[in-house]
């Protein structure tokens, strides 16, 4: 059980470095292009940061632990929404671009209607669903490499034309090195998370939708903050709405394409399977909070914040009490 935990820490650490260096990379690569924050954040440094729940939520498919990898998902989207952005906002509300924030939003409801539709029907998510989420990822990247070509040099109102340091051989390597830790960190946290998790125990789904999805949602947590520290709260935002968007159509797409599954039952709630009572309603209740404000009043409220950190505080309470 020590050796578990030591080395489920060690993945935890290897997947905050890795995420970190491949971020760096990511990010001095596309400011070489000179694209705006925003973007960037919902793109190349969502793309980044989501890796860890990719790597995760793949090699668990493939082990045939389904459960960690349909938990993964869900519970960092809501990890990120209800815990990352709260704080964020909390701490230091602001304006924000609906127009930027219009496509990666869209694409994402879209996304959790067919998950929440296949879920709520034949509860099996085949091959083809993972299919069709992988392609909804392919339509977003297309949109808004498009919407990149017509705002690339163009700097976002309030931001500064961004600037890239060292060289871009460095850059690769982040990403190179960043990549390898990535994938180190992932199996550790894999392996150990199942044996912690039949110890204490606790259902695998359990332990996937709040330590797991929070270990796989720190390097949000680091770009959030970092972002906040500097004055950049747009590329936080960013990176916390694509990388929600890329837990549904990428990493869940990816993982049920290479091991289709079904959708875990470890616990009822009203009678029904809790996936279907609890986690999928509160993922997307967390997703209106965050957005719905941005959208319509083009602006983040410190309110808004405190709501979304009790409602994850309730619901791990809730998880942990099932």
């Given at each position: 059980?020590?050796?578990a935990?030591?080395?489920f820490?060690?993945g935890?650490?290897?997947?905050?470095?890795?995420?970190?260096?491949?971020?760096?990379?990511a990010?001095?690569?596309?400011?070489?292009?000179?694209?705006?924050?925003?973007?960037?954040?919902?793109?190349?440094?969502?793309?980044?940061?989501?890796?860890?729940?990719?790597?995760?939520?793949?090699?668990?498919?493939?082990?045939?632990?389904?459960?960690?990898?349909?938990?993964?998902?869900?519970?960092?989207?809501?990890?990120?929404?209800?815990?990352?952005?709260?704080?964020?906002?909390?701490?230091?509300?602001?304006?924000?671009?609906?127009?930027?924030?219009?496509?990666?939003?869209?694409?994402?409801?879209?996304?959790?209607?067919?998950?929440?539709?296949?879920?709520?029907?034949?509860?099996?998510?085949?091959?083809?669903?993972?299919?069709?989420?992988?392609?909804?990822f392919?339509?977003?990247?297309?949109?808004?490499?498009?919407?990149?070509?017509?705002t690339?040099?163009?700097?976002?109102?309030?931001?500064?034309?961004?600037?890239?340091?060292?060289?871009?051989l460095?850059?690769?390597?982040?990403?190179?090195?960043?990549?390898?830790?990535?994938?180190?960190?992932?199996?550790?946290?894999?392996?150990?998370?199942?044996?912690?998790?039949?110890?204490?125990?606790?259902?695998?789904?359990?332990?996937?939708?709040?330590?797991?999805?929070?270990?796989?949602s720190?390097?949000?947590?680091?770009?959030?903050v970092?972002?906040?520290?500097?004055?950049?709260?747009?590329?936080?935002?960013?990176?916390v709405?694509?990388?929600?968007?890329?837990?549904?159509v990428?990493?869940?797409?990816?993982?049920?394409?290479?091991?289709?599954?079904?959708?875990?039952?470890?616990?009822?709630l009203?009678?029904?399977?809790?996936?279907?009572?609890?986690?999928?309603?509160?993922?997307?209740?967390?997703?209106?909070?965050?957005t719905?404000?941005?959208?319509?009043?083009?602006?983040?409220?410190?309110?808004?914040?405190?709501?979304?950190?009790?409602?994850y505080?309730?619901?791990?309470?809730?998880?942990?009490?099932l």
């Open positions: 059980m020590t050796t935990v030591i080395l820490a060690i935890l650490l290897c997947l905050i470095k890795g995420g970190d260096w491949f971020v760096d990379g990010v001095n690569i596309a400011h070489r292009f000179a694209v705006p924050e925003l973007l960037v954040g919902a793109t190349v440094v969502s793309i980044g940061t989501t890796l860890p729940e990719v790597m995760v939520s793949t090699t668990s498919a493939l082990g045939g632990h389904g459960e960690i990898a349909y938990g993964n998902a869900i519970g960092s989207v809501i990890c990120n929404a209800a815990l990352i952005a709260a704080v964020t906002i909390a701490v230091r509300p602001g304006k924000v671009d609906p127009k930027t924030l219009k496509t990666p939003v869209i694409f994402f409801f879209s996304a959790a209607a067919v998950y929440a539709a296949v879920a709520y029907t034949t509860g099996y998510f085949s091959r083809w669903v993972g299919g069709l989420l992988l392609g909804i392919a339509a977003y990247m297309l949109v808004t490499i498009r919407q990149i070509k017509h690339a040099s163009v700097p976002a109102k309030g931001e500064d034309a961004p600037e890239a340091g060292g060289s871009l460095k850059d690769l390597g982040l990403l190179a090195a960043g990549a390898v830790l990535i994938a180190v960190g992932a199996k550790l946290l894999v392996d150990n998370g199942i044996l912690i998790a039949r110890e204490l125990g606790v259902p695998e789904s359990v332990i996937a939708l709040t330590f797991i999805a929070l270990g796989t720190l390097p949000e947590l680091v770009t959030a970092t972002s906040l520290v500097k004055g950049h709260g747009s590329l936080s935002l960013g990176n709405v694509g990388a929600n968007l890329f837990n549904l990428l990493v869940c797409g990816a993982s049920i394409a290479l091991a289709p599954f079904h959708i875990p039952q470890s616990a009822v009203f009678g029904r399977n809790a996936a279907l009572v609890l986690e999928l309603p509160v993922m997307l209740l967390v997703m209106l909070l965050l719905v404000p941005a959208l319509k009043k083009g602006r983040l409220y410190r309110g808004q914040g405190v709501l979304m950190l009790l409602a505080g309730a619901f791990c309470a809730v998880q942990f009490t």
